[in-house]
């Protein structure tokens, strides 16, 4: 039997919105208020599958979650681009105007800041999940407080909605990615995309090196990221993302990388969501 796929939020959110699009609209769900939390589910084996939002087109990388996969040596299985479109939803029976304070996540708060411009008696209160703000109405039947969340979670909460797609830039996406604890099934036929990691010196040439081989040997570079090493001072740990069309290419690229970087790692293989 399948266990539920664990996601960062509740019912109603971006992360489950993924889950009924990549997986199935009917498929069971772990719900949790924290990435910690989700790679908890995975560690603890209460779910084998879990969906984690890895970087949005407005906001870039989400960098902690890049730190999970690779501290708990993890594996990115697949990839789902999700169109992001914030509504402003309450309790039936009121307008903007009757709307007192609006609470949401950070990030949905700040992708809507234009929007409020035009409210100024509206009061921006932070909140742990959108989706989790619209249920707390719903439930408590609570007035003169708004939400941001998407048109699933009014509709599964039952709020109506006051204002559709409010996001300041219109064509907002987030890439999530699919995580397992190890990948022993992997159909070299479909896979034409990596998510790699390794660590260099801070010296001149060692990052240009490590390019022209993914360079020589066809790969394209989509995605870089660096993180300071904490522990180590002046050495950066980078995370990059590469496609390619044939395996052999790819094979050929991370036989020499192994060579050339320290601490080198695959943090998955997987089918690029873009082709």
């Known amino acids: 039997m399948k266990k539920p796929i664990a996601i960062q939020g509740i019912k109603g959110s971006f992360h489950h919105e993924v889950v009924q699009n990549y997986f199935n609209v009917d498929s069971e769900v772990v719900e949790c208020m924290s990435f910690d939390s989700v790679v908890n589910a995975l560690l603890e084996k209460k779910t084998d599958e879990v969906v984690m939002a890895l970087e949005n087109s407005i906001a870039g990388s989400i960098i902690p979650n890049y730190a999970l996969i690779d501290s708990y040596n993890l594996s990115i299985v697949g990839e789902y681009y999700l169109g992001i479109e914030h509504c402003l939803m309450a309790l039936g029976g009121q307008t903007i105007e009757d709307i007192k304070e609006v609470h949401s996540h950070p990030m949905a708060l700040l992708q809507c800041k234009s929007f409020f ?36 979670a009014a509709a599964l909460y039952g709020i109506n909605l006051l204002a559709e797609s409010i996001q300041t830039i219109k064509h907002n996406e ?51 990221q660096s993180l300071p090493k904490i522990e180590t001072p002046w050495k950066y740990a980078f995370f990059v993302d590469v496609t390619f069309d044939t395996y052999k290419d790819y094979e050929k690229a ?14 998955g293989e997987y089918k690029n969501a873009r082709r």
Do not use: W
């Open 117 to 152: 411009r035009a409210y100024p008696h509206l009061k921006l209160v932070e909140a742990k999940d959108t989706a989790d703000v619209a249920k707390q109405i719903a439930e408590q039947q609570i007035k003169g407080i708004a939400a941001i969340a998407s048109k699933n």
């Open 254 to 267: 991370i036989a020499i990388l192994s060579l050339m970087a320290e601490n080198f790692k695959i943090l």
């Open 174 to 224: 987030t890439r999530f990615v699919i995580v397992k604890r190890n990948d022993l099934q992997k159909d070299k036929s479909v896979i034409n995309k990596a998510s790699l990691k390794f660590e260099l010196d801070h010296k001149r040439g060692s990052l240009a090196a490590i390019l022209n081989v993914l360079s020589d040997c066809r790969l394209n570079l989509t995605k870089i």
